[in-house]
Structure formats: structure tokens, C-alpha cells
């Protein structure tokens, strides 16, 4: 069990200030997020084409996330590479605000998720180098609060610009501004922190293969992704259904948000004194959100994507410490990027598989859903007992 840290130790201070560019980070991308779906709707895109989109989008950014990963390792650039990829993923965003076409549109919302691809596993990656002192758990759980912040404030932004405007392309506009702050954080995060393997406590182990535990963590997680569904599609059948107006929607998503932040913060404080039945829990909360989302009114809807909040607080914070204690040491950026690939291909079959039923029968996509999240469940056990026996 980790140690308690100072808040001024570096372990500590680095955390905050890549949560900070993560902040203003999803103040952008997931303000942008909130409106993708009505926004291509507008431009003539079908649920099937903001589905795959969508899971087209999330496949590559975690599929990329391989090579970006392996290339960090044999280079040693991580910082090179974060760089570029926040540039990628940043300015796609307000760049949709000149889209003419659902084509267009497309085109940026995979070219932001390709830049997000690139810089996550070295972020990820140059975290753990901080979780002997201040806990797996509990480092991913802070950063990712500070991340889900921004989650949070995006959609409220958007929704803000839209009710005093009442227009989409303003609204990808305007986040300009948070890229831009994002941008000069991830550069004071360089200037302060060249080298952070130097805030790993005791010596890195020789490097070693990659064991069964990993591998059955990588196919529990990606089916679970295969069960957790786009805001893009949510937001397309909210639009579609009548169920919220286009200025309640990007609120739904931040009250969605700003309940994965609180559960952020429980699941990874928990993760580290109980450790993967808090996983199962999670994932079976989780497992309930669709019936609620897809069939209910507004206030359902409103309760279910607490739910799907939860969901998220799952991929942004357990699944990141579940990996974390498996690494295979000195493959630390392209480990998180193999798993993430294979997250990448759950996400995109199950993104498939959401849009095609959507079309034909929530019933069946709502069953889906709820029965793919869990059959990652015994998968999880599996891995976990491995583990222990290794």
C-alpha cells in the first residue's frame, strides 16, 4: 500500500498539473463531444453514420495508441509525441466549427480522437511512474477528477453559448480558448517535469513479459466497452425522441460527468483498500444504465446516464490501475497501448453492432448493452485469480 504523500512532493504536484491539461483538455473535446450528434444530424448524418462515427473514432483512439505507445518506448520522444498528439486532439475540435458537410464533421471528430490516441499512453504511462508513492488507485482516480471537471464544465459551456446564441458552430468556436490553455499547462507540465521515471520510488525491475493476467484484462475490457455506448448515439436519440431540447443536452452530459468525478474519486480510493470486487460492483451498476436511457422519459433518462457516468469512471480510473499493477516493466507506454487497442476493438464492434440495432430495435440493443458489460464480469475474476497465482 502506498505510502501518504505530501501535497507538495513532485509524485503529487505532477499528477495535479497533468490533470490541469486534462482539464482545459475536456473543457474542449468533450464541450465539442456534447453537440457532435445533433451537430451532424444537422448535416444530414443518419444513427448509423453517428454511431460508426463514433465507434470508428474510439476504435482508432485506442488502437493508435499501439504504435504511439511502442514508439515512445523505442524512442524515448514521450514528450515529442504527447505534444503533437494534444495538438491533434485540441484544434480538431474548434475546427468543426468550419465543417460544410456530415463529411467533414466526421473527418474531425477521427482526427481528434487520433491526437488523443497519440498522447495518451505516454500520459498514461508517465503517471504510473507516481503510484508506488501516492497509489494506483488514487492517482488515476485524482487525475481523471480533474479531467471529468473539465468534462463537466464543456458541455455546460456549450449549452451556455448555444442558449445565448442558439448556434452549434459558435460553440466549437469558442473552445479555441480552453485548447489554448490546455496547450500552455501541458508546457509548464515539460518545464517542470523532463523526466518523470525520476518520481518513481525504489528501482524498476528487469523487464518481463506480458502474463495471463494482462491479457484477460484486456479481453474483460474490451467487452466491456462493447456494452458502453457513445454519448454521440444518446445524444442523437435524445434529439430524435423529442426527450431534451438541444440546450438540455450538453447539461445531461455534464450532470452525467460531474457524477463520474465523485465516482472517480470513491471507486480509485476504494480500488486501492479493496481492490477488483470494487471492479465488479462497478461494472454491474454500470450494466443498467441502457433500459433507462433508451426507454424512459426525461427524468430516467436524466438517472440513467448517472449510471452511464459510472460506466466511465470505470474506463477512466480501474481500468487504468487494474493495468497498472500488471505492467511488464520498461514496455510501460506500450503496454497501455496494446491494452487500450484491444479496448479500441470492443468499442468499435459493440459501436456497430449499437447504431445497426438502433435502427431496428432498442429492445434487442438494450439487452445488448446490459448482457455484453456483463460478461466481463467472469473475466475480470479470472484475471484477478491469475494474478494472485503469479
Known amino acids: 500500500m502506498a505510502r501518504s504523500a505530501s501535497v507538495t512532493s513532485p509524485a503529487f504536484l505532477f499528477v495535479m ?24 444530424a444537422s448535416l444530414g448524418a443518419s444513427a448509423a453514420i453517428v454511431s460508426i462515427t463514433a ?10 495508441r499501439l504504435p504511439a505507445g511502442y514508439a515512445a518506448d523505442r524512442t524515448g520522444r514521450y514528450w515529442m509525441i504527447t505534444f503533437v498528439g494534444y495538438v491533434i486532439n485540441l ?21 481528434e480522437r487520433i491526437g488523443r490516441a497519440l498522447r495518451k499512453p505516454t500520459v498514461e504511462a508517465m503517471l504510473s511512474y507516481t503510484t508506488g508513492e501516492l497509489g494506483k488507485g488514487w492517482v488515476y482516480a485524482l487525475n481523471t477528477a480533474l479531467d471529468e471537471t ?18 452549434f458552430r459558435t460553440g466549437y468556436a469558442f473552445l479555441t480558448i480552453s485548447a489554448v490553455a490546455a496547450l500552455v499547462a501541458l508546457v509548464g507540465a515539460r518545464v517542470n517535469f523532463p ?13 518481463r513479459d506480458f502474463g495471463k493476467a494482462y491479457w484477460l484484462y484486456m479481453l474483460a475490457g474490451a467487452l466491456f466497452a462493447a456494452g458502453l455506448m457513445s ?23 455534464a450532470i452525467s460527468t460531474a457524477f463520474g468525478v ?52 470505470i474506463q477512466d480510473t480501474l481500468l487504468k490501475a487494474i493495468v497498472a499493477e500488471v505492467l511488464p516493466e520498461g514496455k510501460r507506454n506500450f503496454a497501455f497501448g496494446l491494452y487500450y487497442a484491444g479496448y479500441g476493438v470492443g468499442w468499435l464492434a459493440g459501436s456497430i453492432v ?21 460478461a466481463s464480469v467472469p473475466i475480470f475474476i479470472l484475471a484477478g485469480r491469475q494474478k494472485r497465482s503469479t
Open 17 to 40: 498539473t497533468t490533470g490541469v491539461v486534462n482539464l482545459f483538455g475536456d473543457i474542449t473535446y468533450e464541450g465539442g463531444g456534447s453537440i457532435n450528434g445533433p451537430f451532424m
Open 354 to 374: 449499437a447504431g445497426l440495432l438502433y435502427e431496428n430495435s432498442l429492445a434487442v440493443l438494450i439487452a445488448f448493452s446490459s448482457v455484453i458489460q456483463l
Open 195 to 207: 523526466l518523470p521515471s525520476r518520481l518513481e520510488q525504489g528501482h524498476t525491475a528487469p523487464a
Open 91 to 111: 484544434f480538431a475540435v474548434p475546427a468543426m466549427a468550419l465543417a460544410g458537410s456530415w463529411q467533414v464533421a466526421a473527418a474531425l471528430v477521427l482526427a
Open 262 to 313: 465523485l465516482a472517480n474519486l470513491f471507486f480509485g480510493k476504494a480500488y486501492d483498500r479493496v481492490g477488483l470486487p470494487i471492479v465488479i460492483a462497478a461494472v454491474c451498476v454500470s450494466a443498467a444504465f441502457s433500459p433507462f436511457v433508451f426507454l424512459g422519459g426525461f427524468w430516467l433518462v436524466l438517472f440513467g446516464m448517472l449510471l452511464w457516468g459510472v460506466g466511465y469512471a
Open 55 to 64: 465507434g470508428l473514432g474510439e476504435f482508432l483512439g485506442y488502437a493508435l
Open 150 to 167: 473539465g468534462a463537466t464544465l464543456g458541455p455546460l459551456i456549450i449549452a451556455l453559448v448555444l442558449l445565448l446564441k442558439g448556434d
Open 231 to 253: 454519448f454521440e448515439l444518446i445524444s442523437y436519440h435524445l434529439t430524435k425522441a423529442n426527450i431534451a431540447s438541444e440546450q438540455w443536452i450538453p447539461v445531461m452530459l
